[in-house]
């Protein structure tokens, strides 16, 4: 299947800590398919992150294959841009020459790289900002900030791990749909972390719902709400209700809520 571009096959993962083995995923199967915009929510520890990370190519699975775009993964994938949970910004770079850091490794002239930087940073509302240094920076603002330094680069396949997670609700809304143009415009495949079902169905075509630790699929679901969404009012758009109700479900016997 040409068109799948990561494919997770009975994917296990266990870390070895000094308390003793962490089974964190286990048996994962999970092909997305070239332009799918797939969100995976579960509660927190079910191992989100270290899906992303076998991705990446930042660590091996216990089991299983990752295969990404028709090649399993053995070493670090840097085809694929990741936008990790924690803001990972060089603290020696000003904003802006952070966001043009992936262009300048790539020998893109001083001027150019510094008009493409500065596109994003005013996508992403940092116009102002471009010569402060990391520290000097909201969390969400180092939120925006990293999603800025890997879209400048523009890589079809991203990975982003609760990229929202941290933004107050308005400026939220306003990436997802900052996010969802993009993805529009430019065929992207996204694998997007959250833990919020509203944003995943805002989002995705897909969302995946992993149990609790060791973190298996539970469900999938198909978001058939039409495109393109207006993800401010997603609420009130004939489907979202069930959706929502469908999703919850079955997330709340993983949280233990009753
Ligand atoms: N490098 C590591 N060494 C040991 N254990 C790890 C390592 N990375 C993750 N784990 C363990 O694997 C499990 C899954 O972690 P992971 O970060 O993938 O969860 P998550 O679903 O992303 O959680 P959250 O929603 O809180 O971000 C956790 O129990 C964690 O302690
Ligand atoms: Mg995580």
């Not at 579960?42 to 699975?61: D, E, F, I, N, V």
């Not at 995946?208 to 058939?224: A, E, N, Q, S, Y």
Request: proline share 4%; net charge neutral.
């Amino acid at each position: 299947m040409s068109d799948v571009v990561i494919h997770f096959a009975g994917v296990s993962k266990n870390f070895a800590a000094k308390g003793g083995i962490t089974e964190a995923v286990r048996d994962v199967n999970l092909p997305i398919a070239r332009n799918e915009f797939v969100c995976v929510v579960g509660p927190s520890g079910c191992g989100k992150t270290t899906l992303l990370q076998l991705c990446a190519g930042l660590a091996r699975p216990t089991a299983g294959r990752v295969v990404y775009k028709g090649r399993e993964i053995t070493g670090i994938n840097t085809d694929a841009g990741y936008i990790t949970q924690e803001s990972n910004l060089y603290p020696w770079r000003s904003l802006i020459e952070n966001v043009e850091f992936s262009l300048e490794m790539r020998g893109m002239a001083k001027a150019e790289r510094r008009r493409e930087a500065q596109q994003f940073i005013d996508l992403m509302g940092l116009a102002g900002f471009e010569e402060h240094y990391p520290y000097q920076l909201s969390g969400g603002m180092q939120k925006r900030a990293s999603i800025a330094r890997t879209m400048v680069y523009d890589p079809d396949v991203v990975l982003m791990d609760e990229p929202f997670g941290a933004l107050d609700a308005q400026t939220r809304m306003i990436l997802q749909a900052e996010l969802l143009k993009v993805w529009s415009l430019k065929a992207k495949t996204i694998l997007f972390i959250t833990h919020d079902i509203v944003e995943a169905i805002a989002l995705a075509d897909r969302v995946v719902l992993m149990t609790r630790r060791p973190g298996t699929i539970k469900d999938v679901f198909r978001v058939d709400l039409p495109r393109p969404r207006n993800v401010f009012e997603i609420h009130g758009q004939p489907g979202f209700a069930e959706m929502y109700r469908r999703i919850w479900e079955h997330f709340k016997v993983e949280m233990k809520v009753e």
